[in-house]
């Protein structure tokens, strides 16, 4: 009699622990490293995990109330995260046209559609680690494209004037 | 005799694209002043060189052409035709020369799609172009709304007899007013009316999300021209999601749609006629249609649970959806997440919606909802004359600007123009299915080529088929110009080929 109700309740306990174990797995991902594009790739997949991303910061530091919003572009592809504003240094390097930006680590939740946010794909950021910093990229003016520049300027408007002047004397 | 008449005509056609494009390198000045007051120099000389360029060619052109003072229906439509081919290669040259594209091919790619106010992008690394670039991009959108025609027109005024082919070329029928002088300057009076207003509202909305006042200003000036034109290109690689403000996207739907009205609507409107506003055709056809595709992607995306909330799926699904009914192309999400996430009603539902498109007379592309109001009333009519009697006359009536009687011409002339919409966009959906792509993603992305939107689900890329963004630069063109233009060029090279035959 003691068998029969042992082994339905052995049973009943593996079964528990085997389904506790399958939940826990499910909820506790720990930080999954990732690129911009395979995040929105697989967004229902990474939907809530813990996520590390590194990339250049770039854009606009979008300062609201205590957070801020800032973008982070790896390889060409752009991600908004969602950061406490005492994260983020002064006087971070943010890239663009004039300037790379530093390249951070980010770790955080990811969100395919950010409940929080309208819906919005996000990354709400846990840590911020600066890898490298920026540096102003500069553009050096090509004399050679200048004197182009100045004969094709000139050529043009000695072209327009003598259109012109033909309109006028036709008229 | 023969040789001379033909000789004349294509030194009229000269003549007048020369005009075209002179009118034209007047807009290098403004990412010229951007470029300077931003430090870019290298940006700057690159414009000097491209605007020395596009003017040596054109005022060149006017000298080599035949000036007359009323040129015929054939010589507008061709010119018309022409200059946007010009426009797009001597356009492409800042972009070519700011090192961000593959090739030349990709550069003339974008321009084309900002003149047309398509929105697709070929550009690498977009978040780190100058401001005289990102000027330059969104200027072509702006001036490509209103037409780089209806721009010429307006600044020579002095000499536009017999400019309604022009016009007309243009992919504009619509006259505001008698004279069509009075019309493009019109227009560009309604539109630089409009940037005033758009720009200082999206300024302030753009300081209170925070960003720094100059750079609030930017993107705001930048992002009205986008949305007013129907245009989608964005500052940013991430368009309107880059700002994660819901009073951003409320400004800017509000703008695109008002910029997908027809013009004649915001003359009547601003001279005080607001019933116009709900009982013309146009607006009655495109709110049926919105508010029935709104139905359907709500269910889609409910369907699928895409969004969490009903909030979110109004924020995330509607703006899509008026995005491409407006033929803008903004948006608020990923273009992969429309493949992976919105499932194939949803995407079918947003297909229709590009197709269909805006006003006519507008900024927008797509069949427009005229041509549908126009084709629903005839099947209305002839529906009625199956269940009337034989002997009983059935008359339609419509409003566009008064009441209308519907004709057999109407109803023609907008059927011919939605068959060669549908024709095309057939053909390359088999072509880019050829091409390897999946039939949804051609689909989608096809519909968004078509109807001038802007919309990507991710085919459009510099890494596709050469032969693809040719085909796909030919369909924006012949979408933007509504086939006329076209059309008579091909008449008009096959006339100069009979001729030389005989």
């Given amino acids: 009699m003691k068998n029969k109700v042992r082994l339905p309740l052995l049973l009943l306990l593996m079964l528990l622990a085997f389904q506790r174990n399958t939940f826990a797995q499910g909820q506790d991902h720990g930080i999954e490293k990732a690129s911009a594009l395979e995040l929105i790739d697989n967004a229902k997949i990474y939907d809530k995990h813990q996520v590390e991303i590194t990339g250049e910061l770039i854009g606009d530091v979008m300062v609201r109330g205590n957070y801020a919003w800032i973008s982070i572009s790896d390889e060409g592809t752009a991600i908004s995260a969602w950061i406490e504003k005492s994260m983020l240094p002064s006087d971070a390097n943010i890239g663009g046209y004039a300037r790379s930006g530093d390249i951070v680590r980010l770790r955080g939740t990811f969100h395919r559609a950010c409940p929080e946010h309208g819906g919005d794909l996000d990354i709400h950021a846990k840590t911020l680690e600066l890898v490298s910093q920026g540096a102003p990229v500069n553009h050096p003016v090509d004399t050679s494209r200048v004197l182009i520049s100045l004969t094709l300027l ?14 006028r004397n036709e008229r | 005799m023969k040789s001379s008449t033909r000789l004349d005509d294509i030194r009229i056609i000269v003549y007048f694209s020369g005009k075209i494009l002179v009118g034209m390198s ?21 414009f000097i060189l491209s605007f020395g360029l596009i003017l040596s060619i054109g005022a060149g052109f006017t000298l080599l052409g035949k000036a007359v003072k009323r040129p015929s229906w054939t010589h507008g439509m ?18 070519w020369l700011s090192g961000h594209y593959l090739s030349y091919l990709d550069c003339m790619f974008d321009v084309m799609s ?5 929105g697709l992008i070929m550009i690498q690394d977009l978040d780190h172009i100058s401001n005289g670039l990102n000027m330059w991009r969104h200027l072509l959108t702006f001036v490509g709304g ?14 536009t007899g017999g400019s309604y082919g022009f016009y007309v070329g243009e992919g504009k029928d619509e006259r505001l007013f008698p004279s069509v002088t009075h019309t493009v300057t019109s227009i560009w009076r309604i539109s630089l009316l409009y940037l005033a207003i758009g720009t200082s509202l999206l300024w302030a909305a753009g300081i209170a999300i925070g960003l720094t006042p100059d750079r609030a200003f930017l993107h705001g000036l930048w992002v009205y021209m986008s949305a007013w034109s129907t245009g989608g290109f964005a500052p940013m690689s991430q368009s309107i999601l880059y700002y994660h403000s819901a009073v951003y996207e409320l400004l800017t739907f509000l703008f695109f749609m008002v910029g997908s009205f027809n013009f004649a ?30 139905f359907i992607v709500g269910w889609a995306l409910m369907k699928l649970k895409v969004y969490p909330g009903i909030g979110m799926l109004i924020r995330k699904g509607y703006y899509q959806l008026a995005s491409a009914h407006t033929t803008t192309g903004f948006m608020t999400i990923y273009a992969n997440q429309f493949a992976n996430e919105w499932g194939n009603v949803g ?15 507008s900024t927008a592309g797509g069949f427009k909802g005229l041509r549908i109001g126009i084709l629903f009333k005839a099947i209305l009519q002839d529906t009625k004359r199956l269940l009337n009697p034989a002997s009983a006359i059935s008359i339609e009536k419509f409003h566009y600007h008064g009441e209308r009687s519907l004709g057999d011409q109407q109803v023609r002339s907008a059927a011919s123009i939605v068959l060669l919409y549908l024709v095309m966009f057939t053909a390359v959906v088999l072509a880019t299915c050829a091409a390897g792509y999946p039939l949804m993603e051609s689909v989608f ?24 963004k040719y085909l796909y630069i030919f369909v924006m063109w012949a979408g933007r110009l509504e086939f006329m233009a076209i059309l008579a060029s091909i008449g008009f090279a096959a006339s100069l080929f009979k001729r030389r035959r005989q």
């Fill in chain 2, 445 to 468: 992305e096809v519909a968004s080529i078509t109807g001038n939107v802007g919309l990507t689900i991710g085919v459009t890329s510099p890494s596709m088929p050469t032969i693809l």
């Fill in chain 2, 265 to 294: 609507l915001h003359s009547a409107v601003i001279r005080g006629n607001r019933k116009e506003l709900f009982r013309n055709v146009e607006t009655l056809s495109f709110g049926t249609t919105m508010m029935m595709l709104s």
């Fill in chain 2, 78 to 95: 061709v010119t018309a035709a022409v200059s946007w081919i010009m426009a797009m290669i001597l356009a492409a040259f800042p972009n």
């Fill in chain 1, 154 to 167: 000139a050529i043009g408007v000695m072209l327009a004037v003598a259109w012109r002047r033909r309109e």
């Fill in chain 2, 114 to 118: 900002g003149l047309t106010t398509t």
């Fill in chain 2, 146 to 159: 209103q037409g780089i025609v209806v721009l010429a027109l307006a600044i020579f005024v002095d000499g």
């Fill in chain 2, 26 to 46: 007047l807009i290098y000045w403004i990412p010229i002043f951007t470029a300077l007051v931003s430090g870019e120099y290298k940006v700057m000389f690159d």
């Fill in chain 2, 347 to 361: 995407l079918v539902a947003m297909v229709v919606a590009m197709l269909i498109g805006g006003s006519a007379c």
